[in-house]
């Protein structure tokens, strides 16, 4: 069974703090696919970013920047130099490359507040 | 872009009506879902499909049916909404191939009264 836990519920910032949003999950896979959305207020998640567990690579994209480690069993999120529109809820999934199943487990999800 | 749409984003509606759910992708994508999403409970498949004609429950699946006539086309339906079924739903698409993310709709949000 996959679970994905993210444990902060809730994080409010001000604006050009630096923020990272936890992502810890649980599989028995040994290949899968990790994913973070972004959910914001209008309600449409959008993708930001998918890592497969053979790269262990950070990246880095702009203010936004990914930590996986595989033997912590973690894909943690930074903002830096948060901004009011990064204020969304942000889900971390988990999803296996083989074996015939694709439906993807999402955390709960992380709210977001980034007060100017 | 993939483009994944969502027939109201508002809707009310009594407790015992029938309600139709529709979720329309363009992008040739097999697998779609339908999720609930509700406060501190993050998202919850209600069911999916990864072909036409065919259908696989989700973790609440109750109150719950799906049609999928068409590839592009997969409907939610509420056979007789309660209260309880007021919430947020998203529709999803994949490919079974990469890249493998989902693209969501922009979500309906039902207020069952």
């Known amino acids: 069974a996959q679970k994905v836990t993210q444990a902060q519920t809730e994080i409010s910032v001000v604006e050009k703090e630096d923020v990272t949003l936890d992502c810890v999950y649980e599989?028995?896979?040994?290949?899968?696919?990790l994913f973070w959305y972004k959910q914001p207020p209008s309600g449409e998640l959008v993708f930001l970013i998918r890592?497969?567990?053979?790269?262990?690579q950070n990246e880095i994209s702009g203010r936004y920047s990914w930590n996986f480690q595989k033997s912590t069993s973690s894909f943690n999120f930074t903002i830096t130099a948060s901004q009011v529109v990064d204020s969304a809820v942000y889900f971390c999934a988990l999803r296996p490359a083989s074996g015939g199943s694709y439906i993807p487990t999402f955390g709960r999800g992380t709210s977001l507040i980034v007060h100017p | 872009d993939v483009k994944v749409t969502q027939s109201s984003r508002y809707l009310v509606k009594r407790t015992g009506e029938k309600v139709f759910l529709e979720c329309v992708q363009d992008m040739d994508h097999e697998n779609m879902f339908w999720y609930r999403q509700d406060p501190g409970l993050g998202l919850r498949l209600i069911y999916f499909s990864y072909d036409v004609k065919m259908k696989e429950k989700g973790d609440i699946p109750e109150g719950y049916s799906v049609s999928r006539e068409k590839k592009e086309r997969f409907s939610l339906i509420l056979e007789s909404a309660s209260t309880n079924q007021t919430s947020m739903y998203l529709c999803?698409?994949?490919?079974?191939?990469?890249?493998?993310?989902?693209?969501f709709g922009p979500g309906t949000r039902l207020t069952v009264t």
């Open positions: 599989t028995r896979d040994t290949t899968y696919y």
């Open positions: 999803a698409s994949s490919p079974t191939g990469q890249p493998y993310e989902q693209y």
């Open positions: 890592r497969n567990s053979f790269d262990e």
